[in-house]
């Protein structure tokens, strides 16, 4: 997995972290972004696949509303843009970062991953990854 030192930040989960030394990681930071309410955030729907029965995968794009403060001292600021491809199990009600690009509010990349790898991580209730699970697998 690529290491960028914050060029990417995260536009659909506000940032993810400064550089990550391993997949799981990085989706674990993810999901962090996925609880937060000081998002606005929206899905593609010309995105939404289904690569398997029961299988969504679908573009993401998140914005902060408010600057926030990450691990190791990074900072993303109001603006900032998350573009992230996810995939959600609807049957299992998991969901799981494929890759990320993070833009700042000057529209200049801060970073970006692809997040091989990746863990499955459960959606609670009431988080945005809730939020778009319910939408996600409703539609056909």
Known sequence: MKRSV????LVCS???????ASAPASAARWHE???TTSV???IDRASLRSDRAGHKVFLARTVLKRGERRSRG????????ILSRQEIDCRRQRIRLVDYVVRGPD???L???TAAGAHWM???PGTLAARSASYVCARR
Request: net charge positive.
């Open 107 to 109: 529209g200049a990349t």
């Open 14 to 20: 506000a940032g993810l972290g400064t550089a990550w």
């Open 74 to 81: 990074a900072r993303y600021r109001p603006g900032t843009v």
């Open 40 to 42: 606005s955030a929206s």
């Open 6 to 9: 914050w060029q990417w930040i």
């Open 111 to 113: 970073d970006s991953d």
């Open 33 to 35: 972004y996925l609880a």
């Open 122 to 124: 459960r959606i609670r």
